[in-house]
């Protein structure tokens, strides 16, 4: 996942990252040889395919009894897996980096898992704490490309809650838990801590990922907490970043009642503006609820919001990036 480098903004004076504004002006396809860009134009025809987004993984089963494991993965690389992601080495990954920087590109690593509300398998604890392994070496990966291609301060990372705690978790009232629930979220706490903390000793900021609006609430009081502890002005953040999405129609009311908040506590405050990666789930949910539509009415209108929401924050000093 890239993003790009928009200026950083503390909270009492400007960054001295040199991070500069992205130019969409045809030079980052210099980078890209002609094969490239035409995987990446298939990619894009296949992803807005919806046969392909709806049964992907019914697909890819069928693909691996019919072909075999190994011709099936090499046609992933070559297609879907290659266009989305850095390596499946350290290396590769850092050999990525340095081309994207060339152009101006920051890398954000992240660990691409998540487990979804209405999951039916039964997560245990051990797939969290694997989960929590693969994040705390993210965050050695995060620091290894930065100490080699750049300053470590402007290393960052994505952090996905669900990876770490259960969705399910954070639809309940603290009072309701069982004491099953209490000792997951418990160790979740602690999860997140852990990640918090080897960010923070490795310099790397965490840009918590959004998810679906019915967590969301939850997911943003576990940011605030984390915030408390690494965004004070004696630890020099933003450390820990939420994350708004333009596709929702109350990210604006949010987005000031939170740096609000932050600024009340005497707290730096950082956002990762994106667009939105929920839509048709979102609608669904809201038609089924026969509640009013929380989206933008189509992609001009989510633009124009993230656009808005990009220049509020720059006027007001705040630390962001955006998709």
């Not at 500069?20 to 296949?46: I, M, N, S």
């Not at 245990?124 to 100490?147: F, I, K, P, Q, T």
């Not at 707290?267 to 048709?280: C, N, S, T, W």
């Amino acid at each position: 996942m890239v993003w790009t480098r928009l200026p950083l903004y503390g909270h009492s004076k400007p960054s001295t990252g040199g991070w500069q504004p992205l130019r969409f002006d045809g030079g980052a396809f210099h980078l890209k040889r002609t094969a490239e860009l035409a995987r990446a134009l298939l990619v894009l025809r296949l992803c807005a395919w919806p046969p392909l987004v709806t049964h992907g993984l019914a697909f890819q089963a069928w693909s691996q009894r019919l072909l075999g494991s190994r011709l099936s993965g090499a046609l992933l690389r070559a297609s879907i897996y290659g266009q989305f992601v850095a390596g499946e080495t350290a290396e590769e990954v850092r050999g990525c980096v340095q081309q994207l920087q060339a152009i101006g590109l920051q890398p954000l690593l992240a660990v691409p898992t998540e487990e979804e509300p209405d999951s039916a398998a039964k997560t245990s604890e051990a797939w969290y704490e694997g989960n929590l392994s693969a994040m705390l070496h993210c965050v050695d990966l995060s620091r290894a490309v930065a100490d080699a291609h750049g300053p470590a301060r402007n290393s960052l990372m994505q952090l996905k809650v669900t990876a770490l705690t259960s969705p399910r978790l954070c639809n309940l009232q603290l009072s309701c838990l069982s004491t099953e629930q209490n000792q997951h979220l418990q160790a979740s706490l602690s999860r997140l801590h852990r990640v918090a903390q080897h960010a923070r000793a490795q310099d790397v900021r965490l840009l918590v990922d959004a998810e679906y609006t019915f967590i969301n609430p939850a997911l943003s009081l576990l940011v605030a907490a984390l915030a408390m502890r690494w965004n004070s002005s004696e630890e020099e953040g933003p450390w820990v970043w939420n994350t708004y999405q333009a596709y929702l129609k109350d990210t604006h009311e949010r987005l000031e009642r939170d740096a609000k908040a932050a600024h009340e506590a005497g707290l730096a405050f950082g956002v990762k503006l994106v667009r939105g990666a929920y839509l048709d789930k979102e609608r669904s949910v809201t038609q089924l609820h026969g509640k009013e539509d929380c989206t933008q009415p189509d992609y001009e209108a989510t633009s124009r919001r993230c656009h808005h929401y990009s220049s509020d924050s720059s006027d007001k000093n705040l630390s962001q990036k955006q998709v």
